[in-house]
């Protein structure tokens, strides 16, 4: 057998449908291992304003691992979003003429057939997230709050005073995510669409971990396929509930400031 | 003494490929429980060609479920409602007197309908050409035995050798994705030491000529397993991935 006939390496994959699901698998593992690192950071918010602030100090002082996940995250997201997009397109093309008669499923579920659904709620509740908690952009007066160190005592005290902050060397003042965590939260509004944007998530999830592991073909055999989509339920289960749990704390008033 | 009942039978019509078809509603008495599906749609065609109507066309060959001719999607389900059986093995004890049956035809871009419920499968063909074969040197026989393949082996490998290529999984996935049949194609000439030799080439051209017939993409519904008639296991599709994964990453 020559090797004259066979298709190029990657022209095949950029083209192919496996490709495309190949990169949506590999960005979905890339999104959800974030997910769950996220959650668990996020956990820290029980433990205290000192401990969630030198948290997010301690993020922010390493601008290279910051801006470095940043960038994966950004490309695993547009990739994610593309394939996404492609095969929806090779999807819907591949039957022009419907049923006549509502087909019947044996083992499907809603959260499967309604990915795009829920990834666009998803993916917008993403930008309104980024805008709300990481730009500052819809409530700037609950993210522009800072804590000054306190040489005397070596404590970190809120301080509002802007034009001293502006002076101060930055070693001495940090972000009070921990306020503007809970002042947001304090927000039924924005609990309730964070709660929803979580509820769609859970559903994406559902599906979308135990999908992956398929994609990747990592089960061989019925029983190892179950425990897959046992493990992708878990997994979307634990990162959803700790993440429900944030604007359920603080409109319980378990968390405040 | 057995049962009769009397159906009501919604059945798609198409004059040909060309022709926008319909659903058509046919009462037909007397059948009875032990024919089989397709021998209730006989009689159907029989009394419409009595009455001077043209009879319903349907792909048929040999009723005994390993052909993988009969292609009709039956109350939203391929085959019809019963788990590993082909329509022709259907039989009408499955429903009751006065039910009311819906029959479609398999709906892919890559499946075309040619008339009433008769598809051009001639896409599934494309695909095995593409690579779904051994090189074999011709000369003196080999001995039977020379190649020994262990158990688990020889029986996966039977195990997708029984795809009869009937296109129920197209017509069940949700996307109209053929990920199971091609699967079961590279499957069981993967798990033989025959299918080695073109065992990268040949997963690259097979899932290059699926894409190439616009079947869809597997989104992992799993109805395709749940609706073949031979129980090709979800597997095929886990494999034909790791297959094609593993000939972007290697040269043999």
């Known amino acids: 057998m020559t090797d004259a006939k066979r298709p190029g390496r990657l022209s095949t994959l950029a083209r192919s449908s496996i490709g495309a699901k190949i990169v949506m698998a590999t960005t979905g593992v890339i999104l959800v ?20 602030n030198h948290y997010a100090q301690t993020l922010k002082g390493t601008p290279a691992l910051l801006w470095g996940v940043r960038a994966v ?13 492609r095969l929806k397109g090779l999807n819907n093309a591949a039957r022009p003429q419907a049923y006549a008669v509502p087909r019947r499923y044996r083992v499907t579920s809603s959260a499967a057939r309604f990915m795009l659904l829920s990834g666009l709620v998803v993916l917008a509740f ?9 730009v500052g952009a819809t409530n700037p007066a609950d993210f522009n709050l800072h804590e000054v160190l306190d040489v005397a005592t070596q404590t970190w005290v809120r301080n509002d005073n802007e034009q001293l902050i502006a002076k101060l060397p930055p070693e001495l003042v940090r972000h009070d995510v921990y306020s503007m965590f809970v002042r947001g939260f304090q927000n039924p509004l924005i609990a309730g ?51 429900l749990s944030f604007p359920i704390a603080v409109q319980a008033g378990l968390v405040h400031l | 003494m057995s049962k009769t009942m009397t159906l009501t039978l919604q059945i798609w019509r198409q004059r040909s490929a060309d022709t926008p078809g ?18 209730m749609l006989d009689v159907l065609n029989a009394k419409l060609t009595k009455d001077g109507q043209d009879p ?9 479920g390993i052909c993988g001719s009969c292609s009709m999607v039956i109350d939203g389900r391929p085959h019809g409602p019963r788990k590993g059986t082909t329509a022709c093995q259907l039989h009408m004890r499955t429903y009751k007197d006065g039910d009311t049956i819906t029959i479609e035809p398999w709906r892919a871009k890559a499946f075309p309908v040619i008339k009433d419920l008769v598809v051009d499968r001639g896409s599934f063909d494309r695909i095995v050409a593409s690579g779904g074969f051994v090189s074999v040197n011709t000369g003196v026989t080999v001995d039977a035995n020379a190649t020994p393949i262990g158990k688990k082996n020889a029986d996966e490998a039977m195990d997708y050798a029984a ?48 894409d190439r017939e616009g079947f869809g993409a597997c989104t992992n519904h799993r109805e395709c397993s749940e609706a073949c008639p031979k129980e090709i296991s979800f597997d095929a599709i886990e494999l ?3 297959e094609y994964m593993r000939a972007q990453v290697t040269n043999d």
């Open chain 1, 73 to 85: 995250l950004l490309v695993s997201l547009v990739l994610h979003v593309l394939a996404a997009v």
């Open chain 1, 126 to 134: 993403i930008v309104y997230h980024l805008l709300h908690f990481t």
């Open chain 2, 163 to 210: 795809c009869i290529g009937c296109g129920a999984c197209v017509a069940a996935c949700p996307n109209a994705s053929a990920m199971l049949f091609t699967g079961a194609k590279v499957g069981h000439l993967v798990k033989l030491p025959q299918g080695q030799v073109e065992r990268r080439g040949r997963v690259l051209r097979m899932v290059e000529q699926m």
């Open chain 1, 33 to 52: 291992g974030f997910l769950v690192v996220h959650m668990l950071g996020n956990l820290q918010i029980y433990l205290g304003p000192d401990t969630m």
């Open chain 1, 193 to 243: 669409t964070y709660i929803v944007a979580q509820l769609l998530l859970a559903m994406h999830l559902s599906h979308a971990v135990a999908s992956m592991l398929h994609t990747l073909g990592l089960s061989k055999g019925t029983a190892e396929r179950e425990r897959n989509i046992n493990i992708g339920r878990a997994v979307a289960a634990v990162i959803v509930l700790g993440n």
């Open chain 2, 240 to 242: 034909l991935n790791r």
């Open chain 2, 56 to 64: 319903v066309a349907f792909d048929h060959d040999c009723r005994e």
């Open chain 2, 22 to 39: 319909s659903m058509q509603t046919y009462k037909l008495e007397g059948v009875n429980e032990h024919m089989s599906f397709l021998e």
